[in-house]
């Protein structure tokens, strides 16, 4: 959805309203914004998210007057029930689909009955969003947000809609309701703003979704190429699935600051880090901690001994990997982390340290990301294994270029620009800050010279033109 004219025209309407109309209307003009975006990815995701938002509203305020007058068991109730019905909601469209086509009743279904099942854009974002704000109501944590318009906005907000980041109810609220200060010109704002999405949108069109065609090729047959290009396959999808996310990221903090509104960073260069927990504290970060507070603390979190806190880790994995998908793979994939994290643990007990953290942390990453990847758990297997046995043949590698369509442009394209994220990432992560940050300290000619080598990469060398369509973001489907 980012990666097209339609949004940029859509941007540029909605930032035009918004400066140029009264300030009391800039909340209105954002919901509704918001809204549009929504019913335009699907009708059924707009109803689905206005139903979400109503009934958190209510049940804040309701939960919240339990609590001043000290009935904490009727707001406990409240909040389990209400928590219980929108874990059970993302369930139903989670899972219902598989375990129709498990059970074999699928084609006895109605037409369209499965397709109605498809997960609505940014449900199980804004459900986990919910989740957290009635929790620290509950806990009195937060106060219970009055205005259904703020509140609204909080869950609809359209740069974070997609795939979030999972925001903090109080931090979006608090800028949100301050928005009528934000000027137009803000020299720092916008060119900050826009260095993000520049960034992002390099990520995404010149690295991910080149990146896409190899990849798809190479998970769709595994069997036509020999050990060393699934090695390949399995590299360049850590790098996908990082330029990717990340790339959708960076493209919505910079429409969030145009705005006035800072959103979270999802990203902290995480293939720099030297352990599975530090790869976690930088990737994916709003979920992480989301499943940290809301999960893995309430467990008892490593409070309870060593023993425990395996077990609690292990658990709080075998929901990030469910949340992300219904198949097997995902739960795998999840449970891999939690082996290598439960490793990690007791490896740290024996008081020896890790040689080669980076390395090692990143290969293991790397294999976890191909049960991400494939359609299935006996596809991810099958991939695995063919990693292992098929050996290396030199006589398969010129086929197997010509099927991946890898002529000398592209291969040097694909390897300059794994090279210059990988470069940035080790730079921004010596520095401490973001590349869009990091520049504003640089004079005008360096930060306008940065601007054109964005822009003209992106033109020259980013995927896109007729015919062609923009992969998906990948984390939409979650």
């Known amino acids: 959805m980012f990666v097209s004219m339609f949004f940029l025209g859509f941007l540029g309407i909605v930032v035009t309203s918004f400066f140029v109309l009264p300030v009391k209307w ?3 003009v954002l919901l509704f914004a918001s809204y549009v975006f929504c019913g335009f990815l699907d009708l059924r995701a707009l109803a689905v998210l206005i139903l979400v938002s109503f009934c958190t509203w209510r049940a804040g305020v309701r939960i919240e007057r339990y609590g001043n007058k000290g009935l904490d068991r009727a707001g406990k109730r409240s909040v389990v029930w209400v928590i219980f019905l929108y874990v059970f909601l993302l369930c139903v469209y989670k899972y219902m689909p598989g375990l129709l086509e498990i059970a074999g009743l699928e084609q006895q ?9 498809a997960m609505p854009v940014g449900l199980s974002f804004y459900l986990f969003q919910a989740i957290g704000y009635l929790v620290d109501i509950y806990k009195k944590k937060e106060k219970a947000e009055k205005s259904f318009l703020c509140l609204s906005c909080y869950f609809a907000f359209f740069p974070k809609l997609v795939s979030g980041p999972i925001e903090r109810e109080r931090g979006f609220l608090d800028q949100f309701k301050k928005i009528g200060r934000v000027k137009f010109w803000d020299r720092g704002r916008l060119s900050t703003a826009f260095t993000y999405m520049l960034w992002g949108y390099f990520m995404k069109m010149v690295v991910a979704d080149r990146l896409a065609a190899t990849v798809n090729q190479i998970f769709a047959d595994p069997n036509e190429f020999d050990s060393l290009w699934l090695v390949l396959g399995a590299l360049f999808y850590t790098m996908q699935i990082y330029c990717d996310f990340a790339g959708y990221s960076y493209i919505a903090i910079g429409c969030g600051k ?6 979270t960073h999802n990203f902290e260069s995480p293939y720099c880090a030297g352990t599975i927990s530090g790869f976690w504290r930088r990737w994916h970060i709003s ?3 989301w499943l940290r507070d809301y999960l893995y603390i309430p467990l008892g979190g490593n409070r309870k001994g060593n023993f425990r806190k395996c077990v609690n880790t292990m658990l709080v994995f075998l929901v990030c990997g469910m949340w992300h998908g219904a198949g ?5 994939w999840g449970l891999l982390h939690g082996l290598y994290s439960v490793t990690e643990v007791l490896w740290r007990k024996t008081g020896r340290k890790m040689r080669g953290g980076r390395i090692l942390t990143f290969c293991a990453v790397a294999f976890a990301w191909i049960f991400f990847r494939a359609e299935n758990l006996k596809a991810a297997s099958d991939y695995v294994a063919g990693m292992f046995t098929t050996g290396i043949k030199p006589g398969m590698w010129y086929p197997a270029i010509q099927a991946l369509g890898l002529n000398t442009v592209e291969a040097v394209v694909i390897v300059f620009g794994i090279a210059v994220v990988w470069a940035i990432d080790r730079l921004c992560n010596k520095r401490q800050m973001h590349l869009p940050v990091l520049i504003q300290y640089k004079e005008n000619a360096a930060r306008y010279f940065v601007f054109y080598l964005l822009i003209i990469a992106i033109l020259i060398f980013g995927v ?15």
């Open 109 to 117: 279904m109605p037409k369209g009955f499965v397709s109605s099942f």
């Open 287 to 289: 979920l992480s901690t």
């Open 26 to 28: 800039r909340p209105y």
């Open 258 to 263: 145009v705005f006035g509104i800072n959103l």
């Open 328 to 332: 097997l793979n995902f739960v795998v």
């Open 464 to 478: 896109y033109g007729p015919g062609y369509h923009a992969e998906q973001f990948i984390y939409m489907q979650f």
